[in-house]
């Protein structure tokens, strides 16, 4: 714990001319580094990329990372000391840096922002304020108010309190005014307190007392004990356990032994076992072994030479393969590869929800070399595989976006997996970078390759390839042989008329799915809704209930009898009353994945049916077990939202069925077209995967949208040449790039007049790039009316940056009117 009393190191700088500055990056919102000065004697112990702690304003401290070690001066104000030197060795490399500058420059963001993201929790410290008692003050107890007379009596007794710990003290979150007052009476001192987190994981070992490790002297005791038989047992089970396993825990043996522990605290006080506290990992150990022999097919290795050949030639190579066809396997053979070198490979995922299956093919042939990172690890979990990544102990991780910043010593290859899906974009907090692309600059710091995979590209990574700034591996086939699944199309205009609103199963594909289960094969049915019903009605007057804090329709979940707002996160009681006319004649509009599987439960009741969304898999491990109960067949039915689309591998999966492909399509995006034919084409790669070729069913009203035809032939480049013509007539990427500008205010005339104002400045020099200003279809979250300003600007670099220059002064000009200061202002480069 530091403090800020006495400071000796200030004493000596105050002594002692600095000759050492150091940029500084802080975990703050900071627009520019900072410098600090280095006392004469930590001359030699800062690096790049340590942490040091500092003080931001008047007392407000924070564990920063070193950017820069120089001797120039700064000229624009004086440099306080750092406090303290707090690593011996960094704990960012160099690389890192690079990429956090990137991505700061890049997305419009700072550093400090960049820090916030890519740090575990437990770097990233802090000061808090803490309330000291002084023994010493004269107050008498009658000029103490109740607050102050409770606080005062709970610092006697604990001598120091923190704020959260007053806060409950008192139950109020304003505890300030009596804080202030303690101190003014001279009863309290207040300082600033950074204490490091993380503790290390402890178990305590049983070891045999070295007196009695050999055989005679054991034999003896053994013969000894016969008349204490707790003792014995206890004894003999150590001994089984610790020849068999080589080493016993407290925790185990007491189990085995099923003794309580004051039997084994005997055997150690009478100096027969010993008890050990050592350091372990959180993380699981398993054997570092490759089992690469995969038996490729005759395309799959024509694929893996021209893998190899391409990454020769080409800094980023994109491997187009169709669902199905083994570019899993691929990736683990040039990943083994890299492992045989000696180099660290990264595999992004797009969200955790694909890990599970991958992580067990990964450790079936790459074993211990694989660590694991996403943001269902607790705390110390992601500080321990922080510390093995930069040690080089890990050569493989598996994670999603933001395992790009862990501190690889040796990468030479990112694979991008699913580079298409928009879940490898930031949104909120910023910085708002794209993990692909961010990637894809990485690697060309620590001089790696990137082996970008999909089965439905993003327009983007393809436009590249047909440019040849990427190079393009294509692989049209089918792991064993098998064909692509057949696309049904259902016209839900051929439904009579009185039924539309009701049919969410028509009676062709509860027939489909009847047949598929009789075949012994399981079905996967797609939704991209959760919860119940998307929305209530009034059926008299058609007045819908909304969220008081987002200008969105409440979404009714059955299993909580509740409206959520799947925005903000607020739950309301169900609407009985209608809120317009006062009718309690309330109607469920559409259907989310929770009225699915209800309905599918009802219809198939001689099938197990399961639901996989974000409400139904919460817990650490609960997404594995369900995707293990539908491997096993435990399950015949599986409903769910992109959660069983992406990546995810099922042998016995005939049939996979689409109700609301409408509900796909009909978005006012320019990306729609591109979303929707990625969407459909993945989630029917998920049929016929071993076996007999599989079948979709897709049910919809717009039977007459382009891209039916290329889904139906799964013709990507067809899809690909129709779709990019019409980006190019609108100027969209990839012909342009995007910068999306939204002004945020509670009052909705004030966001939209500092959006104007913001377009009128920009017009001088950007006229002819500025769409808006305009409201987004959600156009009030979080009690926030939000106004929008999008740019679709030449893809030129250098008048890019001068762009990104001219908005950012756009806004401190804004942000200088009166009536704008609390106008905020959010930029997305490249929004998705």
Known sequence: MHNNGNHSNQLLFQQEKPSLFADVIVPIYLPKILTWSIPAEWNNRVQQGSRVIVQVGKSKRYAGIIKRLHTDVPGLYETKPILEV??????????????????????????????MAALPAHLKLSSESVIQYNDGHTVAI????????????????????????????????????VVKKLVEKGIATVWESIQETYKEKTETYVLLAPVYRNEAALEKLINEWQKAPKQLDLLLSFLHYDRTEGQVTKAALLKKSGVTSSVLEGLVSKGVLQLEKRSV??????????????????????????????????????????????KTQLYIQLMAEAIQRGEQCLY???????????????????????????????????????????????????GARSALFLPFCNLKLIVVDEEHDSSFKQYDPPPRYHARDAAIFYASVCNAKVLLGSATPSLESYHNCLQHKYGLVILTERYGDLQLPDIDIIDLKQVPESRKQKVILTEAMKERINQTLQQNKQVIVFQNRRGY??????????????????????????????????????????????????SQDFRQKNFGTEQLEELLDQTFDN?????????????????????????????QILAGTQMVVKGLDFDHVGLVCIPDADGIMRFADFRAAERAFQLIEQVSGRAGRKGEKGKVVVQLFDTANPIIPFLQQHDFPAFYQYEVAQR???????????????CKHKDQTTSWMACDALAAWLRTKYDKYISGPAEPPINRIRNEYITELLLKLPRNAAFLEQAKADIKTAIVEMQHQEAFKRVRVSIDVDPQ
């Open 281 to 326: 990992d959180r993380l699981p150990q398993v054997a570092k072994q490759l089992d690469v022999n995969i038996q490729f097919s005759a395309a799959q290795k024509t694929a893996l030479q021209q893998l190899q050949e391409s990454m020769q030639q080409h800094a980023v190579t994109l491997l187009h393969g169709v669902t199905g066809s083994g």
């Open 607 to 635: 099938a197990v049916v399961a639901r996989m969304d974000t409400d139904s898999v919460r817990g650490k491990h609960s997404h594995e077990n369900l995707i293990r109960q539908f491997e096993d067949q435990r399950i």
């Open 533 to 582: 019903a998307p929305y209530q009605l009034c059926g008299t007057c058609g007045w819908i209930p909304k969220c008081d804090q987002c200008d969105v329709s409440l979404t009714y979940h059955k299993s909580t009898q509740k409206l959520h707002c799947h925005y903000c996160g607020t739950t309301y009681p169900l609407a009985k009353t209608c809120g317009a006319c006062g």
């Open 348 to 398: 992004l995922l797009p969200e955790i929800a694909l890990t599970s299956q991958i992580v067990r093919k990964l450790r079936q042939h790459l074993g211990g070399y694989v660590g694991i990172y996403h943001s269902k690890f607790n705390a110390n979990e992601r500080l321990e595989l922080w510390n093995k990544v930069k040690s080089g102990e890990i050569q493989v991780v598996l």
């Open 142 to 177: 009658q000029e103490l108010s109740d607050k102050e007379y409770i606080l005062t009596e709970a610092l006697e007794i604990k001598q120091q309190l923190n704020l959260g710990e007053i806060q409950s003290l008192l139950d109020s979150n304003n505890v300030y005014p």
């Open 86 to 115: 707090l690593d011996e060795a960094p704990v960012v490399m160099p690389e890192q840096l690079r990429l956090w500058e990137w991505i700061a420059q890049y997305y419009c963001s700072t550093e400090g922002e960049v820090m």
């Open 728 to 742: 190019q007539l609108f100027f969209y990427p990839p012909f342009s790039r995007l910068i999306m500008l939204q």
